[in-house]
């Protein structure tokens, strides 16, 4: 297990802690403030425990990516494009300041960026709290070359001598403030929720009590097969469904219709048939269909019974009979681990068998299973039906929580102290 801000004295420390801030924004407002609060324990416990600062980093999206899109698509459209006040809408890290300072009922400084910032924040007075700009406005924090990153890296770490990582949703990259400012740090410890994370994420992949049942969706096969064939190690059961279940089904010789499928990995479905075969772990796909003619949010559903999926439709979500199949399996589970939604939820028409299995996983962690929901799609479900606090753990880390299920060393937890 990694250290965190429990097993260490804090009392007079300046800490320099890296937090998962990147949160939607419109406008220059906050949308969804989930993993904002998600890290008010441990910001709490720093400052309650005597901290001499607390220096916050954090990046928010990709500016120079999503600059470069959003000017693409003005020019497109044939608008002028204003680089600032895009970035005032949807990057900078002051309004996150504001909005933090409400919740914590304490001002927050905000500093305009990552570098250059040591003489300001010493002269801050005794308890402070600071907020440093989005740590993507520097080439250096993802630079490929380890010598660049670190010029970021050490100016980073010379803002504390405690560096604590709280942003599990961004331990699977190895950036400047991620991982490599742990070698320029005297002490680097985990924060409260990056041990929440590992602690309910660990069990699933070495231990999980029995039998472990995991449910995997979303679009695509080509995301997922590392995880499988690490979830086909450990699992009693796994459910798949959404847009990947196709692939599984065509890979079994059945009509699929219009649905979505990937050519290139019919090949690997089979294998992962069969590797889950050997190993007796049992596999359950769609026994029946929600179906449209397009894509679309007010495409008309049409139930089809059966496997085979007519050519001029396409799934969009699972039928009633294969959740039967779903809640026989979920009902005898003691562990479910769930990344990705059963079909197309975002429109209401074929939101069905996403919503009855977030019922299905709350069911199960009223009697007593481990229940453990990761993944952006997912997490985005649970919270639309109302489910979150139903859940032993909903995971914040979309990629992060998918490579440590996979078995992958995340850089972020890596370059952390163990006891």
Not at 180 to 188: D, I, L, M, P
Not at 301 to 317: A, E, F, H, N, Q
Request: with cysteine; net charge neutral; aromatic share 6%.
């Amino acid at each position: 297990m990694i250290k965190t801000v429990k097993d260490i004295a804090l009392k007079d420390a300046a800490v320099l802690m890296r937090v998962d801030f990147n949160v939607p924004m419109k406008d220059g407002k906050v949308q969804d403030d989930t993993r904002i609060r998600a890290a008010l324990p441990t910001i709490s416990y720093i400052v309650d425990s005597g901290a001499r600062r607390l220096v916050l980093m954090s990046h928010l999206g990709d500016p120079d990516k999503d600059a470069a899109r959003a000017k693409e698509k003005a020019l497109r459209d044939g608008k002028d494009f204003d680089l600032e006040k895009y970035l005032d809408g949807k990057h900078r890290m002051k309004p996150i300041a504001e909005y933090l300072a409400g919740l914590l009922g304490k001002p927050v400084v905000y500093l305009p960026s990552c570098k250059g910032q040591k003489a300001t924040i010493d002269a801050l007075p005794a308890g402070s709290i600071v907020m440093l700009e989005n740590t993507r406005f520097h080439k250096e924090e993802s630079a490929k070359d380890p010598a660049t990153q670190e010029i970021l890296a050490k100016e980073l770490a010379s803002y504390g001598e405690v560096y604590v990582n709280d942003a599990f949703g961004t331990a699977h990259r190895a950036h400047a403030s991620t991982a490599t400012v742990a070698k320029f740090s005297r002490v680097s410890v985990g924060g409260l929720l990056m041990e929440k994370e590992v602690a309910h994420l660990e069990p699933m992949l070495k231990s999980p009590p029995k039998p472990m049942v995991a449910i995997i969706g979303g679009a695509k096969i080509s995301t997922k097969i590392a995880v499988l064939q690490s979830l086909i190690k450990h699992a009693d059961a796994i459910v798949i469904g959404g847009g990947m279940a196709y692939t599984f089904l065509k890979a079994k010789g059945i009509q699929v219709g219009l649905s979505l499928i990937e050519p290139d990995f019919v090949d690997m479905a089979r294998e992962l048939l069969s590797q889950a075969e050997k190993a007796k772990v049992k596999i359950l796909l769609p026994l029946d269909h929600v179906c449209a003619a397009a894509f679309l949010p007010d495409a008309k559903p049409v139930g089809v019974i059966g496997l085979d999926i007519p050519s001029d439709l396409m799934g969009m979500d699972v039928g009633p009979k294969s959740l039967d199949s779903y809640r026989a399996v979920l009902a005898m589970a003691k562990s479910v681990l769930w990344n990705g939604p059963m079909g197309v939820f975002e429109f209401d028409a074929f939101a069905k068998g996403t919503q009855e299995i977030a019922i299905m996983v709350a069911k199960a962690t009223d009697r007593g299973a481990l229940t453990v929901v990761g993944g952006g799609d997912s997490v985005a479900a649970v919270n639309k039906f109302g489910l979150a606090g139903k859940m032993s753990h909903v995971s914040t880390g979309g990629g992060a929580s998918l490579e440590y299920l996979e078995g992958k060393i995340l850089p972020g937890i890596a370059c952390l102290e163990e006891k």
